[in-house]
């Protein structure tokens, strides 16, 4: 059984060359076999550094990745590799992500070359025949290339790419934040049918609360590089408990006019802070129409205030 627990306490991130990042140091989740835990939040907050963390593609300082017990932190080399394979990534932009000079079959046999998942050509080609009509293409199209397809059928590429090596976990990087919103919707439906196929667990990161809603079991609010807010989707969306969660629940549009005029929405103030030197106190405070003197100071805690309702605020 698969069970991801991820922490980053208090760690500062590095990645190879690039200056030393702080995008990510107070964040905590567990994530279950065939979950789709949802990750929201600004552009800048962290959400990509934190999937980066988890898929080991940056090494945190301190803090820990387990994955089936094993701390991938730990893990170098071969072991690291073989670890690899089990998590996949989906990510924003199918055709920057796509090799221009291969082709399908080429682009999706390329990852399981690498983890030897399939014996030989035959196998290979085989599994990629049956992941191209999973993700609703057709077999013949294995042997064209990227730029013969629509934005959405690259996407679909690179998720037949993902999970041809038969991954347990999937990021999905904004899978869908750089489509046409007319296939945003049947894209997620894909995605979420595939994960109850395969049994996948996903974390779904977005910044848009809309586009999490249908997919995800539970949902993580993160700024600045922590998590601010944790709960069962229905519950997150039913009773926001943070000012943050509440002001981008209120920037989703209402189709329905006569709500959506009776609603106030609650504006955000300023700009997103650097992440590299965060507000002291509750790190919202600066944009939060709620601050009062104890917020600049000290740091709320995170508390589960309902069963599996974690947030951090000072005034809840
Ligand atoms: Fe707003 Fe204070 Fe709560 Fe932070 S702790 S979200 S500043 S009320
Ligand atoms: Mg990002």
Sequence with gaps: DMNIHFTFGGGLLKSG??????????????????????????????????????????????????????????LQGEALRRMRRQMQMIFQDPYASLNPRMTVLRIIEEPMKVHRTHGNRKERR?????MVQRVGLNPSDIHRYPHEFSGGQRQRIGIARALAVRPELVVCDEPVSALDVSIQAQMIHLIEALRDQFNLSYLFISHDLSVVKHISHRVAVMYLGIIVELAAKEELYARPLHPYTQALLSAIPIPDPEVERQRTAIALEGEIPSPLAPPPGCRFHPRCRLREAVCSRQTPQWREVAPGHHVACHLV
Excluded: M, W
């Excluded at 964040?27 to 959400?47: A, H, N, W, Y």
């Design 17 to 74: 060359r690039k200056a030393v990042l702080k995008a990510v140091d107070g964040v905590s989740f567990d994530l279950l076999t065939g979950e789709t835990l949802g990750l929201v939040g600004e552009s800048g907050c962290g959400k990509s550094s934190t999937a980066k963390g988890v898929l080991q593609l940056y090494k945190p300082t301190s803090g820990q990745v387990l994955f089936k017990e094993e701390n991938l932190c730990d």
């Design 126 to 130: 085989e599994q990629v025949i049956e």
